[in-house]
């Protein structure tokens, strides 16, 4: 089985896959002062949640937009599973070519969900009438929301940065004393009448206005159509309240990088 590992600013998922097949996926709260050895009794407790251990595994593959935690990530994977996990990293060979001035600053996270966004939902369009060429449009809803655009040939063109839900609630909250901090929830109505409605309705349908306005913005720019397609963890949320968004497919990044590994090594059983 395949072990692989996205660390994100907020959370670190976990994903194991038999063949092509996602057998889990499991989240840790992401901790940039993890030591070798917390880390390693982190993810074995995790995966015995799952009824998985590391004799199970026969290899790895890892994506890391936190640079403190790849280290003591490897040497954990190393020594307590016998693990030499593939790393995503600048200069890898993805399968598409990076438009990005300079490539090595998209985060690996990115480009691992337009691989594997290009594989689900794009098209090249070599199959004629019945598959015209199409690219993709990734909206990945984490501590920042980013929009990533993928060509049908397929190449990463580039993307968007906004701040995220959470990063615009606790920035709210934060600068505006009187203001209570709330869940981010769908009010009753857009219209809020108490204070708690009020803030609710302009985080989420603010929300949904920015990433509506966004996505046609970039459609505006293109000369293909695209799939657009959330992940993350606001994703459902809002893809609830607008008809921009094609499909939710919150295990995007963990298969992107099921499928940069199987680009590098013999896929594991």
């Keep these: 089985m395949l072990l692989a590992i996205d660390v994100g600013n907020s959370n670190t998922s976990i994903g194991v896959f038999a063949g092509g097949e996602l057998r889990c996926e499991l989240r840790l709260v992401t901790q940039r002062n993890w030591t070798r050895d917390e880390l390693a009794v982190a993810i074995e407790r995790v995966l015995a949640l799952v009824g998985i251990r590391f004799v199970d595994l026969r290899d790895a593959v890892v994506a890391s937009v936190v640079p403190p935690v790849v280290g003591p990530l490897l040497r954990a994977l190393s020594h307590y599973a016998g693990l030499g996990a593939l790393v995503v990293e600048p200069g890898l060979d993805v399968g598409m070519p990076i438009l990005y001035d300079p490539p090595h600053e998209v985060g690996a996270d990115r480009i691992v969900a337009a691989v594997a966004a290009h594989r689900r939902y794009g098209a090249s369009?070599?199959?004629?009438?019945?598959?015209?060429?199409?690219?993709?449009?990734?909206?990945?809803?984490?501590?920042?929301?980013?929009?990533?655009?993928?060509?049908?040939?397929?190449?990463?063109?580039?993307?968007?940065?906004?701040?995220?839900?959470?990063?615009?609630a606790d920035a709210l909250f934060a600068r505006a004393a009187k203001l209570p901090r709330v869940d981010i929830a769908r009010p009753a109505r857009v219209i809020g009448t108490s204070t708690i409605m009020a803030v609710q309705s302009g985080l989420l349908y603010g929300y949904v206005g920015l990433v509506e306005g966004m996505i046609r913005r970039i459609r505006g720019e293109l000369d293909h159509p695209v799939a657009v397609v959330a992940t993350g963890g606001f994703a459902p949320d809002v893809a609830r309240e607008t008809d921009v968004i094609d499909v939710v497919d919150d295990a995007l990044v963990l298969e992107g990088l099921r499928l940069v590994h199987a680009r590098h090594r013999p896929p594991a059983d």
């Design 125 to 168: 369009g070599t199959g004629g009438a019945s598959e015209p060429a199409r690219g993709v449009l990734v909206v990945d809803f984490g501590t920042a929301t980013t929009f990533d655009v993928v060509t049908p040939a397929p190449e990463y063109l580039g993307g968007v940065i906004a701040p995220g839900i959470g990063i615009s």
